[in-house]
Structures are given as structure tokens and as C-alpha cells.
């Protein structure tokens, strides 16, 4: 007796009906008898010299179904009268209680089946091999995603949860982004909650993301909860979310009486966010980021500066690249390059120096700049 092994489902889902076999290899002995168990108690047994071979014990939660290993087939003659001989052919099937059916399984079938495989004599060599089962209520409806809003910036925080309701056992979670499994670390697994009436469980996996380059020339990102339980249910729900960056437009469609000041603060208010992630993981965000932002500001200086060409000062600021600085840094230049222009209009409109010939300025005679909003 030899290579005795068991297949069993690792999980099956309740109302479904489990196959199991029994395999083994006489070595050219005779069998004695093949025997299955739940636990520590034996439902099923084929004994090959008995009558009947074939035996069933109550076990609770089971229901047995015996299966051909294989179908043999029987021929006879058959003489009627004078007329001519006739051949009749019949096939039966046979089992040697290798292979069993547990039919519509319950919750109470989970447990660990063995199968127990004897010689007869002279050896009466035992081999007993097992394996587990699991049968699995799976949950009636997808795992639910909240928390999540629709609009964020670089530098917010994404917080959500994600829900997979009423199963047996509970389901695992998983966030993905854009596809990819998000690191554990920032994700937070909350304890199993068990419906006392009806015993199911409900799993809720948390997600604290800190939105950094993820962000970076995009517009939209996906993320992803699944829900599995064995390899018998998966689910999966998506939420995506989208940049709330201001949009570039052309100053053509916006007034022109800005004041350039605001422009800055806009601006300074979104590099703070975009360099706030420096903060979280110590990692540097201006190295990771390879891009570079373009600014133009377009503003009237008409108030500050009446006699100035024109009555209007333009001025764009391009490309303010946030790898050799910090924010705060390059905003501060920016102040003062704004400080000394309204420093100098203000001392050529009180010293009546604006030029006599000085030609109009056709600003649609020039591209239209942009500018953000």
C-alpha cells in the first residue's frame, strides 16, 4: 500500500455539493476496506467482502452520494425460439468508496475529512490521510466604499472605507490605485464584526492616503477595493476621484483689472499644498518632481500706475520650477519683483515722466497670455 492522498475542496460555497476522492495504489494486495471520517467520526465506509460493501453513518450537516470510480460492461446471449441469437449488453457502474458527493453542503460540513485506506491479509497495512474544508456564505451584496470625495489637491489627505457585509468567513480587503495594491501602511484593518443572530461576519479595511506626485498631470485616479474570500468569491468596486488644480485660460475671456497680488497668493497657496507632502514621509518632494509648474499672470496696473504706456503693464512670470527651491522661496522673489515695479510706476506717474510719443499698446495684436484661475 502506497501514495495514499485525498482531494478536497479547501472551500466550497454553501449549497454547492463538495467532491471528494480518495486516491491510492494497492502495490497488488487486496483492499480491506476504505473508510472516511469528519473530525473523529466516520461517515462512510466500503468494505469490498461485506454485503452490503457499501455503508453510510449519520453525521450531522452531511449528505452522501456515492460516485462510480468506473463503469464495467456485461454481455450476454440470448436464444428466442427458433429465430436467430441475440447479444445483450448492459453496463454497471462500480465503486470502491474512493469517490464521495456531499450533496447541497451546509455550514456545518466545514471540518477536516480524512480517508483511511487497509490491506487485507497477510499485511493489513493502514494508511489515513486528511484535509480541510470550508464552507463559505458569501456576501449578497459588492463591498461598499465610502468616505471618498469626488475633488481633491495635491497635499490632501484621501480617507475612506471600504465594507464587505454578512459572510462566513470574512471577507478580505484589499485598496488598490490606478490597479496597484496600495502599501499596507497606509491602510487600517478594523476588527471583524459578528451579526449575533445569524453569525456572519462583516470586515472594514481603511485607507489614510497622502495625495503627493500620484497627483502630478493627471486629472482623474481610480481607487479600488476587492473583496475575496478562498478562490470561490471577489468582488471589486471603484471610486475615482479628480484634480481640483485651477485650469489654464485664456485672459481674452477674463477680465483684465486683476490685481496681481491675488495672482501671487493663488499661486503661493498651491505650491504650499504641493510642497506640504515633504512633511508626511520625510521623503524630498521637490526631487521627486520633475515637472514644472508655468504661472502667468496677467494683471492692470492702471490704478497704481495711470501714466504708465498704455494705462497697462502685462507681465508674465513663466515656469517657476520647484526643484531647486521651495515655495515660500520663489514667492518671495516674486513679491519683489511686483514691489519694484509698482515702486518705480508710482515715481515716474508723480514726476509727470510718462513719454509724450509713447505708442498705444494693440494688445490683440499679441498672442492672448494666460493665466490661472
Known amino acids: 500500500l502506497k501514495d495514499v ?6 472551500a466550497i ?9 480518495c486516491h491510492y495504489d494497492m502495490e497488488g494486495a487486496e483492499l480491506y476496506s476504505v473508510k472516511w471520517y469528519k473530525g473523529k467520526r466516520e461517515f462512510f465506509r466500503y468494505t469490498p467482502k461485506e454485503i452490503p460493501a457499501l455503508k453510510s453513518f449519520f453525521v450531522a450537516g452531511l449528505s452522501v452520494e456515492v460516485r462510480a470510480h468506473e463503469t464495467v460492461e456485461v454481455s450476454t446471449n440470448l436464444l428466442a425460439g427458433n429465430g436467430p441469437q441475440a447479444q445483450v449488453s448492459f453496463r454497471r457502474p462500480l465503486s470502491n468508496g474512493s469517490h ?3 450533496m447541497a453542503v451546509e455550514s456545518m460540513a466545514t471540518g477536516k475529512y480524512s480517508c483511511e485506506v487497509s490491506a487485507d491479509l497477510p499485511s493489513f497495512d493502514t494508511m489515513i490521510v486528511s484535509s480541510e474544508m470550508e ?3 458569501v456576501p449578497v451584496t459588492k463591498p461598499l466604499i465610502t468616505g471618498i470625495r469626488q475633488f481633491y489637491r495635491i497635499g490632501d489627505v484621501v480617507l475612506g472605507n471600504c465594507t464587505s457585509y454578512n459572510s462566513k468567513p470574512a471577507a478580505n480587503l484589499t485598496w488598490l490605485l490606478d490597479d496597484k495594491k496600495i502599501n499596507e501602511t497606509q491602510t487600517t484593518q478594523y476588527p471583524v464584526y459578528k451579526e449575533l443572530q445569524s453569525g456572519l461576519d462583516t470586515s472594514t479595511l481603511g485607507l489614510v492616503f497622502h495625495l503627493s506626485h500620484h497627483f502630478l498631470g493627471r486629472s482623474k485616479m481610480k481607487f479600488s477595493c476587492v473583496a475575496k474570500i478562498h478562490d470561490v468569491y471577489e468582488q471589486r468596486v471603484d471610486r475615482w476621484i479628480e484634480d481640483e488644480r485651477p485650469k489654464l485660460l485664456a485672459a481674452s475671456a477674463s ?8 495672482y501671487v497668493h493663488s499661486i503661493y497657496d498651491q505650491s504650499s499644498a504641493a510642497s506640504s507632502y515633504h512633511h508626511h514621509d520625510g ?14 499672470i496677467q494683471g492692470d496696473m492702471s490704478s497704481s500706475a495711470p501714466s504708465a504706456p498704455g494705462g497697462r503693464i502685462i507681465l508674465t512670470l513663466g515656469v517657476l520650477h520647484l526643484v531647486h527651491g521651495p515655495a515660500p522661496a520663489v514667492m518671495q522673489i516674486v513679491f519683489s519683483i511686483l514691489t519694484a515695479i509698482r515702486s518705480v510706476s508710482g515715481r515716474r506717474a508723480a514726476a509727470g515722466q510718462q513719454p509724450k510719443d509713447a505708442p498705444a499698446v494693440d494688445v490683440q495684436q499679441h498672442p492672448a497670455p494666460y493665466r490661472t484661475i
Do not use: C
Not at 5 to 10: D, G, I, L
Not at 13 to 21: K, M, Q, S
Not at 255 to 262: D, E, I, K
Open 13 to 21: 460555497r454553501r449549497g454547492d455539493n463538495a467532491n471528494l476522492i
Open 5 to 10: 492522498r485525498v482531494s478536497v475542496p479547501v
Open 255 to 262: 477680465p483684465v483689472g486683476l490685481n496681481p497680488v491675488n
Open 283 to 296: 521623503s524630498d518632494f521637490d526631487n521627486q518632481n520633475s515637472d514644472a509648474y508655468m504661472t502667468q
Open 135 to 137: 464552507v463559505v456564505d
Open 100 to 102: 464521495l458527493t456531499l
